[in-house]
């Protein structure tokens, strides 16, 4: 309660400074006053009580003073009183400001553009469930290289190995959905377990079946949430309905939430991936043959297991299918990599090293705004010794020169968002 | 904090060395449970209930009223003063009243503490 009633009073004295600071004055000389004609009654002379009563109370502006600092809001009104000082300073040597915004700004700008990419890039989690456990998987050719794989390699790899806990295959699928004015969609033909793999669950309706996933079963898709919305207008019984692809009646089974986003893409366009149908391949397909390296592999680790160990296993694994089949092998492995190396690439690394370099920009930037704060600091050692002969304490002149360098560092920093943008 | 420390080392020495720290506001509100008065009358009558003991300068007792009326212990009116003259008047609120009684009774406590203490040999 009586925080409040402090706060308020001293909101009351900020607000109204001259109303308190009259009062303030009043009552002080209404002390003075009163002791003086007390003195006068004893027989001294109106200048002589006024002297004593001086000698006694002591200077009546440093009185005033101590009476005013001792509250929270003398605080507020020194420091704004302190900012109009950095300002007036700063104007006062355009140059220097100049130099010093734009040395930070240059710093500052650069490594929030830096960082932003980073964090988007790099540091931002996967959409996916655990996707540190998540790899692709690809037959290693001959020259040591990554190649797709086969539906019928796969087949084999699924049945044989013990490392993935799911191994799902895609391509890409660019249909035209005949839904209002025709549109070409980005897509994936994928296995039934591929949402399984990623740990991806539809909003609305249901997965595929694995019963789904062979030629001759009703074709069913899945949408993505923004295609949902802007196609079929957020129709929430969309699930069970047929759509026109292709010319092909489709059935959907389901929309993904709007928080998953398909990095998967083999379009050169680099467009995001908005619709998926079952692959529905049969081993008796010519384009399901050993050869047919045009589908994508990707695996769930089971827990426990490395990459290493996945990658030694299915080594193993290829190696008795190419002792089996050697006319239609002629890797010599397989290449297991982690699903974030996968989609970032080699970049990484050059990322962390190019952030790396425009931090050191920004320490350089800031070692040389010290240095040239040092010069202008030698420069004010006269000033500093006046405010202190006037009274200053340490601590005054400290924070005087501390709200003047933040405010350079604000400048810098507001200076810094046009480089970053 | 530096600051603080600073503005707090500067207080003390504004008030009385003889004056125990922390009871100049306790004795203000006593002043004032009479009756209201003003700031010079509240000082004067310090000096002299203390037979000139205390002698508590402008900067003290007025940051004291301050304090005191931020915390609702006392309340401050301009009145007319019996030479024509205007000067603030304070009187205690109820708040002040009871906050007098306690700190009263905890002074009565601590100082019998301190003399049975002092007395034991």
Redesign the interface.
């Known amino acids: ?2 925080l409040l ?2 706060a308020t ?2 909101l009351r004295s900020l607000l109204r400074k001259t109303q308190v600071d009259r ?2 004055n ?3 000389n ?6 003086a ?2 003195k006068i009654k004893h027989g001294v002379s109106r200048e002589d009580a006024r002297r004593a009563v001086r000698l ?3 200077n009546f502006e ?2 005033r003073e ?2 005013r ?3 929270w809001e003398s ?1 507020v009104e020194t420091c704004w009183q302190d900012l109009r000082f950095a300002i007036r300073m700063l104007r006062k040597s355009p140059e220097f400001t100049a130099v010093a915004v734009l040395t930070l700004a240059l710093g500052i700008g650069a490594n929030t553009a830096m960082f932003s990419l980073v964090n988007g890039v790099l540091l931002r989690p996967l959409p996916y469930l655990n996707p540190d456990r998540l790899t692709m998987v690809w037959e290693k050719s001959s020259d040591g290289s990554a190649e797709n794989v086969g539906y019928a390699t796969y087949l084999d790899w699924k049945s044989q190995n013990k490392s993935f806990e799911q191994l799902a295959i895609y391509s890409s699928w660019q249909p035209v959905l005949q839904v209002g004015e025709p549109e070409p969609l980005n897509g994936l033909r994928v296995t039934s377990n591929y949402f399984r793999t990623l740990g991806v669950h539809p909003e609305i309706g249901r997965d595929f079946l694995p019963e789904e996933d062979s030629p001759n079963t009703n074709k069913v898709v899945m949408l993505s949430h923004r295609l949902w919305q802007r196609k079929f207008s957020s129709d929430p019984n969309i699930s069970g309905k047929t759509i026109d692809l292709n010319a092909t009646q489709y059935i959907v089974a389901g929309v993904l939430p709007a928080s998953y986003q398909s990095l998967m893409s083999q379009d050169p366009r680099g467009g995001t991936v908005e619709i998926w149908r079952v692959l529905g391949y049969d081993i008796s397909q010519p384009w399901a043959c050993r050869t047919c390296h045009h589908l994508v592999a990707i695996g769930r680790l089971r827990d426990g297991v490395s990459i290493t160990q996945a990658t030694a296993e299915m080594d193993i694994v290829s190696a008795a299918l190419t002792k089996a089949y050697p006319k239609e092998y002629d890797d010599v492995g397989v290449i297991v990599t982690p699903i974030r190396d996968q989609l970032l690439g080699p970049a990484s690394g050059r990322l962390y090293i190019l952030l790396g370099a425009v931090c050191l920009v920004l320490l350089v930037g800031c070692a040389n705004l010290a240095n040239l704060l040092l010069a202008r600091a030698a420069s004010r050692q006269r000033e500093v010794a006046m405010r202190t002969a006037l009274g200053a ?4 002149v ?2 005087q020169l501390l709200v003047e360098n933040c405010l350079l560092g604000l400048l810098g920093a507001a200076a810094g968002l046009f480089p970053a943008c | 904090m530096l600051l603080l420390t600073l503005r707090r080392k500067r207080h003390m020495v504004d008030k009385p060395s003889d004056l125990v720290q922390g009871t100049l506001d306790m004795l203000i509100l006593k002043t004032l449970a009479l009756e209201p008065m003003h700031g010079y009358g509240i000082a004067v009558r310090l000096e002299q209930m203390s037979h000139g003991v205390f002698r508590v300068n402008a900067g003290s007792l007025f940051v004291a009223f301050q304090r005191l009326q931020r915390a609702g212990l006392i309340k401050g009116e301009w009145k007319p003063t019996e030479n024509s003259r205007r000067a603030k008047y304070y009187s205690l609120t109820e708040q002040g009243r009871r906050r007098l009684n306690s700190e009263t009774r905890e002074w009565g406590r601590q100082v019998a503490a301190i003399a049975r203490i002092l007395e034991a040999s």
């Open positions: 309660m009586s009633r402090n009073s001293g009062e303030l009043e009552e002080l209404g002390f003075l006053e009163m002791a004609e007390e006694e109370q002591g440093v009185t101590v009476v600092s001792a509250t605080l304490t340490g601590g005054r400290i924070r």
